[in-house]
């Protein structure tokens, strides 16, 4: 028999591996417009390819203070944290918005830059990017209703960002 037909099912959480998996991992998402600086923790997105550049798509809510400062910068950086260590800052950044007080200071985290793109000093991966796509998610292209009924029963719709990848920094 060929093994050209010899195939085995896989379940994709079996082989997804390496830093940049988004599964199960809180990322921090860091942009700066002028002097305000603002994150916020996010467990949706992903890296690859498209219009022949390596990209990584986030999602922020349209309600989010970081979507406004993404779309008044242009650019933003992902922070892969020690999920145990920063446990708590990270719930904490998730929890309060970057409007109404300096949460990053009261996270204790560091805001560091590299080439004007603020990241996360604490972070044991960042990537930077400067956004090349956006859209607001559209009611009508959500096909699976228990997706409207579980993630936006109140309207508050995410917008993608699709950032190409500028640089990767590793510790």
């Not at 996270?107 to 090349?132: S, W």
Request: some cysteine.
């Amino acid at each position: 028999m060929s093994e050209l037909h010899v195939f085995q099912p896989v379940n994709p959480e079996d082989i997804e591996t390496g830093p940049y998996k988004f599964v199960g991992e809180t990322i921090l998402v860091t942009v700066a417009d002028g002097s305000k600086v603002n994150m916020m923790a996010a467990r949706w997105g992903g890296v690859g390819y498209i219009w022949n550049k390596r990209v990584v798509f986030i999602f922020a809510r349209k309600s989010r203070y970081t979507r406004e400062l993404i779309d008044a910068s242009g650019e933003f950086s992902i922070s892969f944290m020690n999920q145990e260590k920063y446990r708590g800052a990270m719930k904490y950044i998730h929890s309060v918005s970057g409007r109404d007080e300096d949460k990053i200071a009261a996270a204790r985290l560091n805001v560091n830059y590299y080439e004007g793109i603020p990241f996360v000093d604490e972070a044991r991966e960042i990537i930077t990017c400067k956004v090349i796509y956006s859209r607001e998610f559209d009611e009508a292209g959500i096909v699976d209703e228990s997706i409207k009924q579980d993630f936006y029963d109140a309207g508050d719709y995410h917008v993608l960002y699709i950032g190409e990848v500028q640089t990767i920094l590793l510790r």
